[in-house]
Protein backbone atom coordinates (compact mmCIF):
# COMPACT_ATOMS: atom_id res chain seq x y z
CA UNK A 1 0.00 0.00 0.00
CA UNK A 2 2.99 2.50 1.29
CA UNK A 3 4.25 2.30 -2.55
CA UNK A 4 1.80 4.58 -4.22
CA UNK A 5 1.31 7.12 -1.36
CA UNK A 6 3.53 10.46 -1.70
CA UNK A 7 7.06 10.44 -0.32
CA UNK A 8 7.70 13.32 1.71
CA UNK A 9 10.78 15.12 0.07
CA UNK A 10 10.40 13.55 -3.33
CA UNK A 11 8.12 16.70 -4.58
CA UNK A 12 9.24 20.47 -3.23
CA UNK A 13 6.32 22.40 -4.57
CA UNK A 14 3.02 22.14 -2.20
CA UNK A 15 0.16 22.30 -5.30
CA UNK A 16 2.02 19.40 -6.71
CA UNK A 17 2.50 17.57 -3.46
CA UNK A 18 -1.30 17.99 -3.00
CA UNK A 19 -2.12 17.19 -7.01
CA UNK A 20 -0.02 13.96 -6.07
CA UNK A 21 -1.79 13.41 -2.91
CA UNK A 22 -5.45 13.99 -3.24
CA UNK A 23 -6.39 11.44 -6.12
CA UNK A 24 -4.02 8.89 -3.57
CA UNK A 25 -6.14 9.71 -0.56
CA UNK A 26 -9.67 9.52 -3.21
CA UNK A 27 -8.58 6.01 -4.63
CA UNK A 28 -7.06 4.56 -0.10
CA UNK A 29 -10.60 5.54 0.84
CA UNK A 30 -13.07 4.22 -2.32
CA UNK A 31 -14.54 0.80 -1.50
CA UNK A 32 -14.27 1.26 2.32
CA UNK A 33 -17.60 1.96 4.45
CA UNK A 34 -15.88 2.17 7.91
CA UNK A 35 -15.70 6.16 8.51
CA UNK A 36 -13.17 5.58 11.01
CA UNK A 37 -11.02 3.60 9.42
CA UNK A 38 -11.06 5.96 6.36
CA UNK A 39 -11.02 9.48 8.95
CA UNK A 40 -7.49 7.52 9.74
CA UNK A 41 -5.94 7.11 6.44
CA UNK A 42 -6.79 10.43 5.73
CA UNK A 43 -5.27 12.31 8.50
CA UNK A 44 -1.97 9.54 8.42
CA UNK A 45 -1.74 10.60 4.27
CA UNK A 46 -2.06 14.62 4.97
CA UNK A 47 0.20 14.42 7.77
CA UNK A 48 2.85 12.08 6.17
CA UNK A 49 1.72 13.42 2.21
CA UNK A 50 2.37 16.77 3.44
CA UNK A 51 4.62 17.10 6.22
CA UNK A 52 1.97 18.72 8.94
CA UNK A 53 2.83 19.12 12.21
CA UNK A 54 -0.56 17.84 13.05
CA UNK A 55 -3.63 17.00 11.46
CA UNK A 56 -6.59 15.30 12.75
CA UNK A 57 -10.78 15.38 12.84
CA UNK A 58 -12.72 16.70 15.37
CA UNK A 59 -16.94 15.05 14.79
CA UNK A 60 -19.77 17.12 16.49
CA UNK A 61 -21.47 15.04 19.29
CA UNK A 62 -24.06 16.87 21.37
CA UNK A 63 -22.78 20.24 21.81
CA UNK A 64 -18.91 19.70 21.41
CA UNK A 65 -15.99 19.14 19.12
CA UNK A 66 -14.81 15.48 20.46
CA UNK A 67 -11.76 14.14 19.07
CA UNK A 68 -11.32 11.64 16.32
CA UNK A 69 -8.35 9.94 14.37
CA UNK A 70 -5.43 12.33 14.10
CA UNK A 71 -1.54 12.26 13.65
CA UNK A 72 0.86 14.12 15.43
CA UNK A 73 1.40 14.47 19.10
CA UNK A 74 -1.29 14.34 22.27
CA UNK A 75 -4.20 16.80 21.23
CA UNK A 76 -7.28 18.57 22.93
CA UNK A 77 -9.92 16.12 23.25
CA UNK A 78 -13.07 17.99 23.75
CA UNK A 79 -13.58 21.60 22.29
CA UNK A 80 -16.49 23.66 23.25
CA UNK A 81 -18.57 25.74 20.06
CA UNK A 82 -16.98 28.71 19.42
CA UNK A 83 -13.95 27.47 21.23
CA UNK A 84 -10.54 28.17 19.70
CA UNK A 85 -10.14 28.06 15.97
CA UNK A 86 -11.84 24.63 15.46
CA UNK A 87 -15.33 25.91 17.58
CA UNK A 88 -14.98 29.34 15.60
CA UNK A 89 -14.62 27.40 12.38
CA UNK A 90 -17.68 25.24 13.57
CA UNK A 91 -20.00 28.27 14.95
CA UNK A 92 -19.06 30.38 11.84
CA UNK A 93 -19.19 27.43 9.59
CA UNK A 94 -16.21 28.48 7.59
CA UNK A 95 -12.85 27.56 6.82
CA UNK A 96 -10.07 29.53 8.96
CA UNK A 97 -6.47 30.11 8.22
CA UNK A 98 -4.88 31.64 11.22
CA UNK A 99 -0.97 32.59 10.76
CA UNK A 100 -0.33 33.08 14.12
CA UNK A 101 -2.52 31.33 16.76
CA UNK A 102 -0.65 33.15 19.54
CA UNK A 103 -2.84 35.86 18.14
CA UNK A 104 -5.81 34.25 17.76
CA UNK A 105 -8.57 35.18 20.81
CA UNK A 106 -9.10 32.53 22.55
CA UNK A 107 -6.81 30.03 21.19
CA UNK A 108 -6.56 26.44 22.76
CA UNK A 109 -2.48 25.61 23.01
CA UNK A 110 -3.01 22.27 22.69
CA UNK A 111 1.00 21.98 21.85
CA UNK A 112 3.17 25.03 22.15
CA UNK A 113 5.18 24.03 19.57
CA UNK A 114 1.76 24.70 17.04
CA UNK A 115 2.50 28.32 15.44
CA UNK A 116 -0.15 28.43 12.44
CA UNK A 117 -3.51 26.51 12.21
CA UNK A 118 -6.07 26.07 9.46
CA UNK A 119 -9.59 24.55 9.87
CA UNK A 120 -12.36 23.80 7.74
CA UNK A 121 -15.67 22.55 9.01
CA UNK A 122 -17.46 19.44 6.69
CA UNK A 123 -21.26 19.01 6.83
CA UNK A 124 -23.94 16.71 7.09
CA UNK A 125 -27.48 17.42 5.97
CA UNK A 126 -26.58 21.33 5.97
CA UNK A 127 -24.99 21.47 9.63
CA UNK A 128 -21.61 21.45 10.42
CA UNK A 129 -20.35 17.90 11.49
CA UNK A 130 -16.83 17.82 11.94
CA UNK A 131 -14.00 20.27 10.83
CA UNK A 132 -10.47 19.07 9.93
CA UNK A 133 -7.55 20.89 11.76
CA UNK A 134 -4.41 21.45 10.33
CA UNK A 135 -1.34 22.45 12.10
CA UNK A 136 2.19 23.72 11.68
CA UNK A 137 5.34 24.23 13.91
CA UNK A 138 5.89 27.25 11.53
CA UNK A 139 4.34 30.49 11.11
CA UNK A 140 1.76 31.56 8.31
CA UNK A 141 2.29 27.73 6.85
CA UNK A 142 -1.04 27.96 5.46
CA UNK A 143 -2.32 29.94 2.54
CA UNK A 144 -5.41 29.83 -0.27
CA UNK A 145 -3.70 26.84 -1.92
CA UNK A 146 -4.07 24.83 1.11
CA UNK A 147 -7.82 25.98 1.44
CA UNK A 148 -8.64 24.95 -1.73
CA UNK A 149 -7.30 21.60 -2.08
CA UNK A 150 -7.99 20.77 1.80
CA UNK A 151 -11.46 21.69 0.61
CA UNK A 152 -11.38 18.55 -1.44
CA UNK A 153 -10.43 16.62 0.91
CA UNK A 154 -13.55 17.83 3.52
CA UNK A 155 -15.89 17.35 0.43
CA UNK A 156 -14.51 13.62 0.80
CA UNK A 157 -15.40 13.28 3.94
CA UNK A 158 -18.80 14.47 3.26
CA UNK A 159 -19.66 11.58 0.98
CA UNK A 160 -18.02 9.17 3.50
CA UNK A 161 -20.53 10.38 6.37
Same mark, same amino acid.
Given at each position: MSEGILIPGTVTGKKEKYDLLIPQITALVEG?? =?? *? @??? @??IVAALKYGMDFFW +? $? +?????? =??? *?? $???? $?? *? @?CTRIGFGK? +??GASWQREEIIIVENVDEFPGHIACSSLSKSEIVLPFFKNKKVAGVLDVDSDKLASFDATDSQFLAQVTSLIEKLI
Amino acid at each position: MSEGILIPGTVTGKKEKYDLLIPQITALVEGET =DL *V @ANL @ANIVAALKYGMDFFW +V $G +VYLVKN =DQL *VL $GPFQ $GP *V @ACTRIGFGKG +VCGASWQREEIIIVENVDEFPGHIACSSLSKSEIVLPFFKNKKVAGVLDVDSDKLASFDATDSQFLAQVTSLIEKLI
